[in-house]
């Protein structure tokens, strides 16, 4: 059972920034794992909004380029995904989603159904 665990969530005021975290036990290789970020805004769709694949590349749904960056750090003893969020929106209000997935093809990487594993969600709240 993957564990996948979101922080960071919470309220800001449009304009403002949030930085989203994901940590996941050491016991497994998410350095070269797949993982992203999606978000299910009230009465939409789940989508996807930033991905990083084993070889760091990075991708980005159109919303959030140039606002959003993806990263993973290697702290000692887990494994992270962060989400750094600037100039928000309300738009970007949603529940976000930490996931991860062993291999995603690069045209697939921003779509939910490659992905095994998935966090409970973060509540992000711009208004």
């Known amino acids: 059972h993957v564990q996948l665990v979101e922080s960071g969530g919470g309220s800001v005021q449009v304009g403002g920034s949030l930085n989203l975290s994901c940590v996941a036990p050491?016991?497994?290789?998410?350095?070269?794992?797949?993982m992203d970020w999606f978000r299910q805004g009230p009465g939409k769709e789940r989508e996807g909004v930033a991905a990083?694949?084993?070889?760091?590349?990075?991708?980005?749904a159109d919303s959030v380029k140039g606002r959003f960056t993806i990263s993973k750090s290697n702290a000692k003893n887990t494994y992270g995904l962060l989400l750094q969020m600037n100039g928000l929106k309300p738009e970007d209000t949603a529940v976000y989603y930490c996931?991860?997935?062993?291999?995603?093809?690069?045209?697939?990487?921003?779509?939910?159904?490659?992905?095994?594993?998935w966090g409970q969600g973060t509540q992000v709240t711009v208004s």
């Open positions: 996931v991860a997935e062993r291999v995603v093809a690069g045209p697939f990487v921003l779509q939910e159904w490659p992905y095994s594993y």
């Open positions: 050491p016991r497994y290789s998410y350095s070269t794992y797949c």
């Open positions: 990083i694949d084993g070889d760091r590349r990075t991708y980005y």
